[in-house]
């Protein structure tokens, strides 16, 4: 299946790019660039080397400073804000600690030999999932899982080539803020994580009031709330949104402005309340992600991310820092997706 995506090169004015890919469903993420003279920062690679280097051809035409990429961004440790980092490894390549981390758990070649599991399994059809309830009652529950996870993610990653991509780690960290300068321009990077992973930044122009979010904003979609605190996650919106910023490109989804980060901020907000609500009642992680209505919400991409975003909240009200098993939460999703589309 390949999905109708629109690729597109906006220039914000005064050597800014944002490359959007829309709507911004699984794994279509945005990037930036920042330009001063023959100076560049690149905010954030893509999936994979052919769309990043799509997006590196489409920023080339527009501005000579992208002929080499100075300096690159990674907001986070997923796989479409960093698996183009191969195509720029001569470039300086930046991330949190938690980036790398989470980067290095999940590389390029995971993804494939998961997918490629998965294929197998959907395959087998009645019997695969027959298999996966026999291994499940002696313990193995990899194949149940990835049974429930395939009908969702195997079309939604269909489109990406995980098999190329070659593991490339930011090669230099940084914790709290980071000052840089491109050719004349300020860019601060901010560590706001973890919130959306272990290690989100936020790229800031100060002087062009414009802000490049990463995964702390997913524009017109359901958030996804992999690591939490959610708190912090909240806090980091906050923080945000007292500063003068005019031009916000989230991580996903349509460019913005302050009132993306605020809906965002709301939606955690009643998130929050809706999931204690029924943490204190003992209701389940899943029972309560079906029994949420968010018809406020109605409209918005990837509603299957509400099962993680209750999985991780109920983390957070255990004082559980771990991360989750991704694989548990994917089949989660799976199972979300499936239950939605019953109505
Ligand atoms: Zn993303």
Request: aromatic share 6%; net charge negative.
């Amino acid at each position: 299946m390949t999905a109708v995506v629109e690729k597109e090169l906006h220039e914000l004015g005064n050597g800014i790019y944002a490359y959007t890919q829309l709507p911004g469903s699984w794994g279509w993420s945005n990037a930036g660039l920042i330009t001063d003279g023959d100076q560049s920062l690149l905010v954030d690679t893509l999936f994979d080397e052919k769309i990043t280097s799509e997006m590196l051809e489409s920023m080339r035409r527009a501005t000579p400073a992208a002929a080499r990429i100075g300096t690159v961004v990674n907001t986070h440790g997923n796989g479409d804000h960093c698996y183009g980092n191969s195509l720029v490894a001569d470039s300086e390549i930046i991330g949190t600690p938690g980036c790398v981390e989470d980067l290095r758990e999940g590389p390029p070649s995971r993804n494939n030999l998961l997918l490629r599991a998965a294929r197998v399994i959907g395959a087998l059809g009645a019997g695969g999932r027959m298999l996966g309830r026999v291994l499940n009652t002696v313990g193995i529950d990899r194949v149940a899982l990835l049974a429930e996870a395939g009908p969702l993610a195997l079309p939604a990653f269909s489109d990406f080539d995980f098999a190329n991509a070659k593991l490339t780690l930011p090669n230099r960290t940084f914790q709290g803020e980071l000052e840089l300068q491109v050719g004349d321009k300020k860019v601060i990077l901010i560590e706001v994580g973890p919130a959306h992973t272990r290690g989100d930044a936020v790229v800031w122009v100060p002087g062009d009031k414009t802000l490049f979010t990463g995964d702390i904003l997913f524009k017109n979609a359901h958030p996804i709330i992999w690591q939490g605190p959610v708190s912090n996650w909240i806090a980091a919106l906050r923080r945000l949104l007292d500063m003068d910023i005019e031009t916000v490109v989230p991580g996903h989804g349509p460019l913005t402005d302050k009132s993306g980060l605020a809906e965002i901020l709301h939606y955690l907000e009643v998130l929050s309340v809706e999931a204690r609500r029924r943490y204190d009642a003992e209701m389940s992680v899943e029972d309560a992600a079906r029994d949420l209505t968010l018809d406020e919400f109605r409209g918005w991409l990837d509603a299957e991310r509400v099962y993680v975003n209750m999985h991780t909240l109920y983390r957070d009200f255990a004082g559980d820092s771990e991360p989750a098993d991704p694989l548990t939460l994917w089949a989660g999703m799976g199972r979300m997706r499936k239950h939605m589309q019953r109505g």
